[in-house]
């Protein structure tokens, strides 16, 4: 929980230094900007467990459709809106927090990154924090990194971490992490015999 805290007091420190074009700017997440990202993470910190199980009922099930519901109740906040809505929500609520706020610390790393490559403003992220996440994003549904991970081996080169079994994806934390969760474009900065294995997944959705 502690260090979810940090990663989202770090993107509020990203988030109060961008430009109002900025937070017009595309992200790694297809067809969201920036500000697109920060009304979908913070959507879920105002629903109860309950709340988010009933989203998903109203959606079909369908997560995607549930972020899509979630995006729209902040459609017409401004940045400096969103930017208060994450202000005020550092400590994570709901079923951000659950799992130990292991869902939060992913959620605001990774959508962190997400924003942060298309701007070019790269940062150095704790070795044990990403460490987490990344165990973390093995397992976790919603991320859907288990299908493209099966049958290989993964090997960070700047932390203490690895997991899986078969031909090895080696490479940073960081973009070892993005092409995980799925992240197109990141293989190329990684290597081992298993990253065409890793890419043909990642392009076949």
Same mark, same amino acid.
């Given at each position: 929980?502690?260090?979810? !805290?940090?990663?989202?007091?770090?993107? @509020?420190?990203?988030? *109060?230094?961008?430009?109002p074009e900025q937070w017009d700017v595309p992200?790694?997440? *297809?067809?969201?900007?920036?500000?697109? @990202?920060?009304?979908? +993470?913070?959507?879920?910190?105002?629903?109860?467990?309950?709340? %988010?199980?009933?989203?998903?009922?109203?959606?079909? +099930?369908?997560?995607?459709?549930?972020?899509? %519901?979630?995006?729209?109740?902040?459609?017409? #906040?401004?940045? =400096? =809106?969103?930017?208060?809505?994450?202000?005020? #929500?550092?400590?994570?609520?709901?079923?951000?927090?659950?799992?130990?706020?292991? $869902?939060?610390?992913?959620?605001?790393?990774? #959508?962190?990154?997400? $924003?942060?490559?298309?701007? !070019?403003?790269?940062?150095?992220?704790?070795?044990?924090?990403?460490a987490t996440v990344l165990e973390f994003a093995?397992?976790?549904?919603?991320?859907?990194?288990?299908?493209?991970?099966?049958?290989?081996?993964?090997?960070?080169?700047? @932390?203490?971490?690895?997991?899986?079994?078969?031909?090895?994806?080696?490479?940073?934390? *960081?973009?070892?992490? +993005?092409?995980?969760?799925?992240?197109?474009?990141?293989?190329?900065?990684?290597?081992?015999?298993? @990253?065409?294995?890793?890419?043909?997944? $990642?392009?076949?959705?």
């Open positions: 929980m502690a260090m979810a !805290r940090d990663e989202r007091a770090e993107l @509020v420190e990203l988030l *109060e230094s961008l430009t992200t790694l997440c *297809e067809r969201w900007r920036v500000r697109d @990202v920060i009304a979908h +993470m913070f959507s879920y910190d105002e629903l109860s467990t309950l709340g %988010a199980l009933g989203r998903l009922l109203r959606n079909g +099930m369908s997560l995607d459709r549930a972020n899509i %519901a979630g995006l729209a109740r902040y459609a017409d #906040h401004s940045p =400096q =809106q969103l930017l208060a809505i994450a202000r005020a #929500h550092l400590q994570p609520s709901g079923l951000t927090a659950k799992f130990g706020g292991r $869902i939060a610390l992913a959620d605001a790393m990774i #959508h962190q990154q997400d $924003i942060r490559r298309p701007l !070019r403003l790269p940062r150095e992220i704790p070795p044990a924090r990403i093995t397992t976790a549904r919603p991320l859907r990194a288990a299908p493209r991970i099966a049958g290989l081996t993964l090997t960070a080169t700047d @932390v203490d971490w690895t997991s899986g079994a078969g031909p090895e994806v080696r490479g940073p934390a *960081e973009p070892l992490l +993005m092409a995980m969760v799925g992240r197109r474009g990141i293989t190329q900065e990684l290597t081992g015999p298993g @990253v065409e294995v890793l890419a043909a997944r $990642i392009a076949g959705g």
